[in-house]
T-cell receptor, first 116, second 114 residues
Framework: GAGVSQSPRYKVAKRGQDVALRCDPI?????LFWYQQALGQGPEFLTY????????KSGLPSDRFFAERPEGSVSTLKIQRTQQEDSAVYLC??????????????FGDGTRLSIL | KQEVTQIPAALSVPEGENLVLNCSFT??????LQWFRQDPGKGLTSLLL?????REQTSGRLNASLDKSSGRSTLYIAASQPGDSATYLC?????????????FGQGTTLQVKP
């Protein structure tokens, strides 16, 4: 596709439910990032994939958060036993080269997650 | 730990005015710095990327400068238009030991009044 695609755009879940958020990066992009953006704040890094390898997961806030990119293209961010503080916009970004690159990151429109 | 700060948090100007948005970072060992625009309910659109070896980048009415030694960057918008109204975010990509993640400021929300 022309850009990074994320689905669903909006997700409402009850506390304690599991959710899965999907990211389709730009075709052929090697690097894929997940970020979490709270209301009125800048995005914060969650995790990074280079192809199918998860090279950095230092930003994942707890072991309830899990991400995968099994074939080096589509990625899924899963949150188990959701809590109210998980409510945020989850942004996915991709870039054509590896991490140390001067290629800009291209962002999707995000998934707005609301936990009731 | 790298921290990025943007001042002001919000700015309102009349149409046609030139304006400057500020970004500062605490660790000068950066790989590059990127300015983004975010419209309500949307993702981030990359505006300009300045490599660590560069001093400035220009695109149309936008000019971004980088002073790595002092930990500062500015985004200059010339002849502002109502369509420029959005939140502007700066982000730094770290140096060694970093897997390329971006560290963002909190953003400056700009309103350009007709």
């Amino acid at each position: 596709g022309a850009g990074v695609s994320q689905s669903p755009r909006y997700k409402v879940a009850k506390r304690g439910q599991d959710v899965a958020l999907r990211c389709d990066p730009i075709s052929g992009h090697v690097s894929l990032f997940w970020y979490q953006q709270a209301l009125g704040q800048g995005p914060e890094f969650l995790t990074y994939f280079q192809n199918e390898a998860q090279l950095d997961k230092s930003g994942l806030p707890s072991d309830r958060f899990f991400a995968e990119r099994p074939e080096g293209s589509v990625s899924t961010l899963k949150i188990q036993r959701t809590q109210q503080e998980d409510s945020a916009v989850y942004l996915c970004a991709s870039s054509p080269d590896r991490a140390y690159s001067n290629q800009p990151q291209h962002f999707g429109d995000g998934t707005r997650l609301s936990i009731l | 730990k790298q921290e990025v700060t943007q001042i002001p948090a919000a700015l309102s100007v009349p149409e046609g005015e030139n304006l400057v948005l500020n970004c500062s970072f605490t660790d000068s060992a950066i790989y590059n710095l990127q300015w983004f625009r975010q419209d309500p309910g949307k993702g981030l659109t990359s505006l300009l990327l300045i490599q660590s070896s560069q001093r400035e980048q220009t695109s149309g009415r936008l000019n971004a400068s980088l002073d790595k030694s002092s930990g500062r960057s500015t985004l200059y918008i010339a002849a502002s238009q109502p369509g420029d109204s959005a939140t502007y975010l700066c982000a730094v990509r770290g140096g060694s030991g970093n897997t390329g993640k971006l560290i963002f400021g909190q953003g400056t929300t700009l309103q350009v009044k007709p």
